[in-house]
């Protein structure tokens, strides 16, 4: 038998793992709500996130994170929540987060990741060269998600495999898939 959470599963890790994809369908499969956490970002600032990073900086962003993502988990019961790829810098995120549910990390390969986002305009941290940036901010943050409940590659996983992955691990600790 699983043993969910009674009020979350929140998704975390890099950029391009798969966190929003994974989101829909685990959401869909529960029956529960789906949160993509950069959009209710924009939706509270009237702006995208690379309009904001932007005008206001990236400080301002992390601060506007912080905020919605406390608010979204203190507002919401039965609700899987894909964070941005940066929510996980803040201690006071990964307290929410851990307070909240059960906290899955989705990673991926460096080429898989790659292959996810060099192309897409709304990554306002990898202007410039992807190839260059990708493994620079991966080794920055190779700890940042060690905090998590779970831990699941999801480099040459289909969407179905991992939402059965996370459903089966959402109630064992320090699991790795």
Same mark, same amino acid.
Do not use: H
């Given at each position: 038998m699983i043993v969910l959470p009674e009020k979350a599963? /929140?998704?975390?890790?890099f950029m391009g793992t798969g966190k929003s994809t994974v989101a829909e369908r685990l959401a !869909?499969?529960?029956?529960? *709500?789906?949160?993509?956490?950069?959009?209710?970002? @924009?939706?509270?600032?009237?702006? #995208?996130? =690379?309009?904001?990073?932007?005008?206001? +900086?990236? !400080?301002?962003?992390r601060q506007v994170e912080t905020? &919605?993502?406390?608010? $979204?988990? @203190? @507002?919401?019961? @039965? &609700?899987?929540?894909? $964070?941005? +790829?940066? !929510?996980?810098?803040?201690?006071? %995120? *990964?307290?929410?987060?851990?307070? #909240?549910?059960t906290v899955v990390a989705l990673t991926a390969s460096v080429e898989t990741i790659l292959d996810r986002v060099q192309n897409d305009p709304n990554r306002p941290l990898l202007k410039g060269n992807a190839a260059e940036s990708? =493994?620079?901010l991966l080794e920055a943050r190779k700890h940042a998600y060690d905090f998590a409940h779970?831990? /699941?590659d999801t480099t040459n996983r289909s969407v179905d495999e991992i939402v059965r992955l /996370?459903?089966?691990?959402?109630? %064992? #600790?320090?699991?790795?898939?």
């Open positions: 599963i /929140i998704l975390v890790g !869909a499969e529960l029956g529960w *709500r789906k949160l993509d956490l950069d959009q209710a970002i @924009e939706d509270d600032q009237g702006c #995208s996130i =690379p309009e904001l990073f932007s005008s206001r +900086g990236e !400080a301002y962003f905020d &919605v993502l406390k608010r $979204t988990l @203190e @507002e919401s019961r @039965e &609700v899987v929540v894909a $964070t941005g +790829g940066g !929510a996980v810098l803040a201690e006071a %995120n *990964r307290e929410a987060m851990l307070a #909240s549910g990708v =493994p620079q779970l831990r /699941i /996370i459903l089966d691990g959402a109630g %064992n #600790s320090g699991t790795t898939a």
